[in-house]
């Protein structure tokens, strides 16, 4: 037998969460962002799921090879842009549409021979200061581009460095409008928390920025796998998402200890009165982060507990007291929810393991590590 860790990706939820991003810009078209293997999910477990969305964006051109060859015949966005001369020959031979962030990838344009023009997005760093042309060089950039024969349209696109948060997106929005003005062409603009943030409020709540931020393609990432970009100000159930992926394992072990007595390696935790504990088959060497604490929040038969001491490599410790004081049998082989959805429904939300972790749910998606077994729900 092996280990009883395991993942699932629950292909209702992917598609539920993006009919979310749908609603919220009705009017705009959306790329499914599946960069880093559709964050941890991976590319083929996700591709049907999401195959409703006008064009998937990544990063890796090794990752868009494997979207052609599940069939994908739509846009394909390289958020990067290539990275060295020979990526634009696979560029024209898989019709993939690429960012322009630097005067490097239109020097390596101009000297691209091709028979097919290529789509070009143009990166405008209008403040997040990672990729893009500053908005003094936007526009010299956009002629040169526009004047080569290896260039049909010229999309228009920037990033938000503040959406999540309380710094907002209008600073950016305003230089990036003020700059491009004139200019023709589609914008992309919105990532998951600039959509629903500022295109679509909360109940109660009002966009900060209703007209100005106008996106023809939404580039929602985290939202499809169900995690709110703006935890904990807000939760995936206020937006109304839901979670894209489960992992589970189970018992392998109980103790029962006395007062006194530790747990785990450095003895993080002793406990204050007679503690039930189970031994959970799962530890950091399955991406589960080993800085969770003490408290960190797990499921038990579908019921909320804590964990108890140091995460090690392959197993971690979970308190079974209150589960045991209500009269529950719980013990070897009872279902564990690391995050995600029990089978009696709860949902243990991946951004609650993670705030616990000091991180993103984003971070624990992509750790998910290689030697756990994943399946597809109502699939493969
Ligand atoms: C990753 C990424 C996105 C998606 O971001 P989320 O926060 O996951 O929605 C959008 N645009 C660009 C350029 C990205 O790199």
């Not at 950039?141 to 024969?149: E, F, G, H, K, V």
């Not at 003020?178 to 589609?186: A, S």
């Not at 679509?200 to 709110?228: C, F, H, K, N, Q």
């Not at 089978?343 to 705030?355: F, M, Q, R, W, Y």
Request: glycine fraction near 8%.
């Amino acid at each position: 037998m092996p280990r009883p860790i395991l993942a699932t990706i629950h292909t209702a939820a992917l598609q539920h969460n993006l009919a979310r991003c749908r609603a919220a810009a009705p009017d705009a078209k959306a790329w499914a962002v599946i960069k880093a293997n559709a964050y941890g999910h991976g590319i083929e477990r996700v591709f049907e799921a999401l195959r409703s969305a006008d064009g998937f964006a990544l990063l890796d051109l090794e990752e868009a090879q494997r979207v052609r060859h599940l069939g994908w015949r739509g846009p394909i966005l390289l958020l990067e842009g290539v990275f060295e001369a020979r990526d634009l020959e696979l560029c024209s031979r898989l019709d993939l549409w690429h960012a322009v962030h630097c005067d490097e990838q239109i020097d390596m344009l101009a000297a691209h021979k091709t028979n097919v023009p290529h789509r070009v997005f143009l990166k405008m760093n209008s403040g997040m200061n990672r990729l893009g042309f500053t908005p003094q060089r936007y526009r010299s950039a956009w002629t040169r581009l526009d004047a080569l024969p290896q260039v049909d349209e010229i999309s228009l696109i920037t990033h938000f460095s503040d959406a999540d948060g309380a710094r907002g997106i209008s600073h950016q929005i305003r230089v990036f409008n003020e700059v491009t003005r004139d200019l023709p062409g589609e914008r992309s603009l919105s990532n998951s928390a600039a959509l629903l943030r500022h295109t679509a409020p909360a109940a109660g709540e009002t966009p900060d920025t209703p007209d100005t931020l106008m996106s023809d393609w939404i580039r929602p990432g985290i939202v499809l796998y169900g995690s709110a970009p703006d935890h904990p100000e807000h939760t995936s159930a206020d937006w109304d998402l839901q979670p894209g992926m489960t992992l589970t394992s189970k018992l392998i072990a109980t103790q029962a200890i006395e007062t006194g007595a530790s747990v785990g390696y450095g003895s993080h935790f002793v406990a204050d009165k007679p503690t039930v504990l189970g031994v959970v088959a799962c530890g950091y060497a399955d991406g589960y982060p080993r800085v969770c604490p003490t408290g960190t929040p797990i499921l038990v038969a579908g019921q909320h507990t804590r964990t108890l001491g140091r995460v090690s490599m392959d197993m971690l410790a979970v308190d079974l007291t209150p589960l045991v004081e209500s009269g529950q049998s719980v013990g070897f082989g009872t279902e564990v929810t690391l995050w995600g959805r029990s089978s009696n429904g709860a949902v243990l939300d991946i951004d609650e393991v993670a705030h616990a972790a000091g991180t993103l749910g984003y971070e624990l998606m992509c750790a998910l590590a290689p030697r756990v077994p994943v399946v597809v729900d109502g699939g493969c």
